[in-house]
């Protein structure tokens, strides 16, 4: 009993000294790229998220190590012994010291830990906006996700641009978050808490991101085939980067009177059908807007890079790239293919 009860406490241990070397190792050490580190916040919320995790990781290690000290002593002073020649034990029937203690410390327990949690909520979820916020419509599809800002007048998808936020002068991003089709996620977790998109009821979150670099995320609710790859992409920006890519967008697509025949192409087809091109007869709105297509890194809400020979594979074949979305093959010749990627590679 003694030996295969300190193999149990070693065996604990080392579980918890691993787990502890994990979470340090998925700290930043000055890389200029970011993950999904919750425990490596940005901004406001995730900050106070991850403090509020840090603090009920430790109420709860505390009473982890509280109760297994209790169950290891009493499992080693109480353990069988040869001399006790199978007798009962001595019964202890009723303590009021002890009953009080193990009614009233959890309960104050769960009073902290419910007003802590209710200081982050009302934090983060009744903040009032400022009045020189960017604001941004994220609107969830099946599988990627729009992007509007109706101040400025842009529509994009997936990569989402927001300007880093100076503290000595805020500038914040709101979100509403709106559901085209059925139940989604918003989810980056080094900026803000998950908060989900629902049919008919407008959510609202907020972040203030306070580091450049690309933040990465992606829909944290099952919502179909290609959820794992409904990613998301968030740019956070310097302010004289934020304004320059706000200048891009507002343009209209430039029209290359070299690849007119690319454009005729995906104007005759059921291209127009679903995509937007601004300037042109395009103008559906069940797929992603591609005015400025090819100013983003990522297509398929980022299962594969923006280059040449995964945008010719994603119109010819989408299921090569993604299994399951929802754009058809086009089945268009070889010509036509090569023409329609040549005027898709000119929409910046």
């Known amino acids: 009993m003694k030996s295969s009860t300190l193999r149990f406490l070693a065996q604990t241990m080392l579980l918890l000294f691993w787990s502890a070397m994990a979470v340090w190792a998925s700290e930043p050490k000055g890389s200029s790229s970011h993950g999904t580190n919750i425990f490596a916040p940005a901004s406001t919320p995730a900050k106070s998220i991850a403090d509020l995790s840090v603090f009920v990781l430790v109420i709860t290690g505390i009473i982890f190590v509280v109760v297994f000290v209790l169950i290891l002593y009493s499992v080693v002073k109480f353990r069988a012994r040869a001399m006790d020649a199978g007798r009962e034990p001595a019964q202890v029937y009723g303590s009021t010291q002890i009953e009080l203690a193990w009614t009233i410390i959890p309960i104050l ?100 991101p306070q580091r450049t670099g690309i933040f990465l995320g992606q829909c944290a609710q099952y919502c179909g085939v290609q959820h794992a790859k409904m990613l998301l992409r968030v740019s956070v920006d310097t302010p004289a980067e934020f304004a320059d890519w706000v200048r891009g967008q507002q343009q209209s697509s430039v029209q290359d009177a070299s690849v007119e025949t690319g454009r005729r192409v ?18 559906g709105h069940f797929g992603p807007d591609l005015t400025h297509l090819m100013s ?53």
Not at 122 to 143: F, L, S
Not at 266 to 283: K, L, R, Y
Not at 310 to 318: A, E, F, S, T, V
Request: net charge negative; glycine share 4%.
């Open 266 to 283: 995906f104007e005759s087809n059921a291209c127009m059908n679903c995509h937007a091109v601004a300037g042109t007869p395009a103008d």
């Open 109 to 208: 327990i769960v009073v902290v830990l419910f007003l802590a949690t209710a200081r982050v909520i009302h934090a983060t979820q009744d903040a009032p906006e400022p009045a020189g916020a960017v604001d941004v419509t994220v609107i969830g599809h099946q599988y990627w996700w729009e992007f509007r800002y109706p101040k400025l007048g842009i529509v994009t998808a997936n990569e989402l641009h927001i300007p880093v936020s100076d503290p000595s002068h805020p500038t914040p991003t709101f979100l509403q978050l709106l559901s085209a089709d059925t139940d989604h996620s918003f989810w980056v977790p080094e900026l803000a808490g998950k908060t989900d998109l629902i049919p008919n009821h407008p959510n609202r979150m907020w972040m203030d």
């Open 296 to 348: 983003r890194a990522t297509i398929a809400a980022g299962a594969a890079e923006n280059t040449h020979d995964n945008l010719r594979l994603w119109i010819q074949n989408p299921s090569a790239i993604k299994p399951g979305s929802l754009m058809p093959a086009m089945q268009l010749s070889d010509a036509d293919l090569n023409a329609v990627v040549g005027y898709m590679e000119t929409l910046n």
